[in-house]
């Protein structure tokens, strides 16, 4: 009987847990106004089911699979950050080390939700299932969006009007949708945010359901209706990070299509469709605003642009740091503090812009971390279906466009990569959790 109260116990925290992950980027909106530290709805939640975790855990033996490569990467990472900071706190005066523990409890925090809690709790096809009907109506809430403001000049607000969010530092919701509106008003269109902090992140999310209708049918029938849908949605955020995973999903699923003559067909159709369209974009200047973007980014004409700034910044920085630090790594959480100290200045520093990801790994860990983290994640894909290995290049690519790293879309992306179950094995989450009881 106190076995089957255990199993039963085990069942309903992978549920809640993998429900938590999957809205993890939606709940990350609001913060926590009574915490001092900036923490998350979401966030909040999730720790608040740690100790639930823990008892859970009682009474069987608990094993950390640290053959997982990826682990290799995040002690090194760790390692690396230590010794940097050490090494800049005794040679230099006016070192803080508060901006580096604080990003270290935070990269902590994100991967024990992936490798330790994720290993037992998150179910991969339940958390797919969740996600798709999560990304469905969203799909349908920002086309609605959309066109509210473009037929009508309204404003459909995706979040909760009133609260405290997480946004630029804390601001009240009521000043997010503003911006957004101020945008719409000076682009033309308003820009489809839905539920999510801003376009880019909600086009992020909707590319992971994108790739699962792709790449996760059965007898590659694959539901062209929705893939069409969340694709519209996508595009209506005129983010850039959105049309790039939005072009390599659509190509990778051509490239898979030759088993499929249906699959075939409907994608020479689409493409058919984006030629024919191309001299109704390049005809309005707002709308193609997204690809002078690009276009401007290829060809280096600006050191202000955004995307010019997220993808070149990180490179020229990181070519301007001594070798030893290049090939070890300045520390996570230590960039504004190695800027100041080397005097490293580049010519995307006049624009307030983050670093991509992978800059930010081969900038805090050298070129050995970037190394053991393309690894780490790559070998998780070995074995398992075609999902796995485009979602890991999803995260490379992503990465070198946008800051995903140690985010909620990150949980995500990496909890199914790693949680994707081999060829010819069934998701039993439950079960697996069961036997170990």
């Known amino acids: 009987m106190l076995s089957v109260r255990l199993r039963g116990r085990a069942e309903r925290l992978s549920y809640v847990y993998t429900m938590l992950i ?187 359901a994108l790739i699962a209708i792709f790449f996760l049918n059965k007898k590659h029938k694959i539901d062209f209706k929705w893939a069409i849908l969340i694709s519209l949605a996508i595009l209506v955020t005129f983010s850039v990070n959105g049309y790039i995973a939005l072009i390599f999903s659509w190509g990778m699923m051509f490239i898979k299509a030759k088993k499929s003559k249906r699959a075939k067909k409907i994608c020479l159709i689409i493409g058919v469709l984006l030629v024919l369209s191309i001299p109704i974009v390049l005809s309005n200047e707002k709308i193609n605003g997204v690809f002078v973007r690009l276009i401007s980014l290829f060809k280096g004409e600006s050191t202000q642009n955004s995307a010019a700034v997220r993808v070149l910044r990180g490179p020229v920085f990181f070519l301007n740091m001594p070798f030893v630090y290049q090939v070890f790594g300045s520390g996570f959480g230590n960039f504004e503090s190695f800027k100041a100290i080397f005097a490293i200045d580049t010519v995307y520093e006049q624009a307030t812009e983050y670093l991509n990801t992978n800059s930010y790994v081969a900038i805090s860990s050298g070129l050995i971390g970037l190394l053991l983290y393309i690894r780490g994640i790559w070998s998780n894909t070995v074995g398992k279906p075609y999902f796995a290995k485009v979602m890991a290049l999803l995260v490379f690519l992503l990465g070198f466009a946008c800051s995903i790293y140690s985010s909620p879309i990150y949980v995500i992306y990496l909890l199914l990569i790693i949680n994707c179950p081999k060829r010819g094995k069934q998701n039993d989450k439950h079960n697996h959790i069961a036997r170990h009881m």
């Not at 709940?27 to 106004?33: H, I, K």
């Not at 966030?43 to 608990?62: D, H, N, T, Y």
């Not at 009521?174 to 008003?185: G, L, W």
């Open 22 to 208: 999957i809205v993890l980027p939606i709940m990350g909106v609001y913060a926590v106004p009574f915490l001092p530290l900036a923490i998350s709805l979401g966030e909040l939640l999730l720790i608040g089911m740690i100790p639930f975790i823990i008892l859970a855990q009682v009474g069987k033996s608990v094993t950390v699979n640290f053959t997982n490569p990826f682990w290799e990467y995040l002690i090194y990472s760790l390692m690396a950050t230590l010794i940097a900071s050490c090494s800049l706190f005794f040679m230099f005066q006016g070192y803080d080390v508060t901006d580096m523990l604080f990003r270290v409890v935070r990269d902590m925090f994100y991967f024990l939700l992936i490798l330790f809690f994720g290993k037992d709790f998150f179910d991969f096809s339940l958390g797919i299932k969740i996600l798709l009907k999560v990304a469905k109506f969203a799909s349908l809430f920002m086309l609605v969006q959309f066109l509210a403001y473009q037929i009508f000049r309204l404003s459909v607000w995706g979040i909760l009007p009133g609260v405290q969010t997480t946004i630029s530092g804390g601001v009240v919701s009521n000043e997010v949708i503003e911006h957004f509106m101020k945008s719409a008003i000076i682009d033309g269109y308003l820009r489809a945010y839905g539920f999510f902090s801003e376009p880019a992140a909600a086009a992020q999310y909707l590319s992971v």
